[in-house]
Structure formats: structure tokens, C-alpha cells
């Protein structure tokens, strides 16, 4: 099995992986550099996998690295974190989230209702993981397992980055009836209900922070640059 370590190196975390005459699985354009005696191979994805990945513009190859020697992924202002996966487990991971894996992994998508691929922010689809083995996952924040037992969870925001596959998904209105729910300003939200756990990133680090606020206003001074 690979070896798989989350570095900090301020400001960034970057994921170095270890082979051992094994080999792993990566999200297209994550490779930053490697060195040993490592190939390179293309996995496609299943007819039923790339109709979808063409549908939502998602990436429809992933290579994977095998032999001996260390891989960099690309470094990234938020978190990384390591999903330890055993057999039976399917997690569903939030659009954008996906870094890497263990062959063990099956990787495929999650369908989600229409209403939530509308109108979620995730979606007609998502990426689910199965099987055995280590998952690293992008969070824009530090993540907390929260465990659900029959209750229900309602976020206002894009901050579940990952949730187990038998938990009840959907996009409500923050309010019982349309006119209540925008008048309460909160607009629509995503609950979970059922039996299962969510990994939440509900704040975000401070170069995230940092990055989505300035974002914002460099958007704000191109508009005003463009219409004056």
C-alpha cells in the first residue's frame, strides 16, 4: 500500500505519496513533480462514467502512477486530509473535493435528486468512493467528523465536504413556503437526516479566507474598470 503524508508548508499543504512497488491513483492535473522509477497510465472512466463526466464537465481520466518512488501533488492554500476507508463504507465527496487514491478504491458517481442537482451548488453529480484504502480529499477548511443518528443536519453553505452514502440528501428551503424562507434571508439549504457521518470544513482557514475575499473584490474592480 502506499504511503500517504499531508505536509505543511506555510502557507500551502501539499500530499506527498510513497510507492513501494505499488501504485495510486490521481486526480488529472494534480501531479506536481516525482522522481524514482515511476509509469504513468490513463484509467478511463466506464461508458456510464464518461456520459456523465462529459454532462457535468468533470474529469473523465485519472492517471495512475505505479512502481517505486515519491509523488508531489500540487500545493493548495486549503486543507488536506486523509479518508481511511474500509470495506462496506461509501462516502460521497463534494464536487471538487476528489484528490487521490488507493487502488483499492472504487471510484464512481453519485446521482443526486433533481432538485438538489439544480439547485445544491454539488450538482447532478458527485464523486463516490468505495472499497479499501486511503482517499485525499480538499477541504477549505480544518474538517470535523460530525455523527448522525437519526437526527437532522441543515447547512447554510458549501461546507460538507464529504458525507457517507447512507445518509438522506437534499436541498430545502431554509422555511416552510417560498415567501418565508427568502424574506428569512437563509434562502435554500442542504440537510442530511438518516443514519451516517459528515465530514464539515465550517471555517475556512485563513488563506482561503483570505483568497475568497479578494476574489470578490478584484471581480468588483474588473466590473467597474469594464463599464467606466
Same mark, same amino acid.
Not at 508548508?9 to 491513483?25: C, D, H, Q
Not at 481520466?61 to 486549503?78: D, K, N, Q, W
Given at each position: ?121 454539488? #450538482?447532478? !453529480?458527485?464523486?463516490?468512493? %468505495? /472499497?479499501? *484504502?486511503? =482517499? ?9 467528523? +460530525? ?29 416552510? #413556503?417560498? !415567501?418565508?424562507?427568502?424574506? %428569512? /434571508?437563509? *434562502?435554500? =439549504? ?9 465530514? +464539515? ?28
Amino acid at each position: 500500500m502506499p504511503r500517504t503524508e499531508i505536509l505543511n508548508r506555510e502557507p500551502y499543504r501539499l500530499a506527498k505519496i510513497t510507492l513501494r512497488g505499488s501504485a495510486v491513483t490521481v486526480e488529472a492535473g494534480q501531479l506536481h513533480y516525482m522522481f524514482g522509477q515511476i509509469q504513468m497510465t490513463a484509467e478511463g472512466l466506464s461508458p456510464g462514467g464518461l456520459a456523465k463526466s462529459f454532462l457535468t464537465k468533470g474529469k473523465a481520466v485519472r492517471p495512475v502512477y505505479s512502481g517505486t518512488g515519491e509523488i508531489y501533488l500540487e500545493p493548495t492554500f486549503g486543507e488536506l486530509n486523509i479518508l481511511d476507508i474500509r470495506p462496506g463504507e461509501v462516502w460521497v465527496l463534494d464536487k471538487g473535493s476528489y484528490v487521490a487514491s488507493d487502488q483499492g478504491i472504487v471510484i464512481d458517481m453519485q446521482t443526486n435528486p433533481a432538485f438538489c442537482g439544480m439547485f445544491g451548488g454539488d #450538482g447532478w !453529480f458527485q464523486t463516490q468512493v %468505495s /472499497g479499501q *484504502g486511503k =482517499v485525499i480529499y480538499w477541504s477549505p477548511g480544518v474538517v470535523e467528523r +460530525l455523527e448522525i443518528q437519526g437526527q437532522t443536519l441543515t447547512v447554510d453553505g458549501s461546507f460538507a465536504v464529504a458525507r457517507t452514502a447512507s445518509l438522506e440528501y437534499r436541498v430545502e428551503m431554509a422555511t416552510k #413556503g417560498l !415567501f418565508k424562507s427568502w424574506m %428569512s /434571508g437563509e *434562502g435554500l =439549504v442542504s440537510t442530511f437526516r438518516g443514519h451516517g457521518a459528515v465530514m +464539515l470544513a465550517p471555517v475556512p482557514n485563513l488563506y482561503t479566507t483570505v483568497i475568497n475575499e479578494f476574489g470578490g473584490l478584484h471581480a468588483a474592480i474588473r466590473s467597474i474598470s469594464r463599464s467606466s
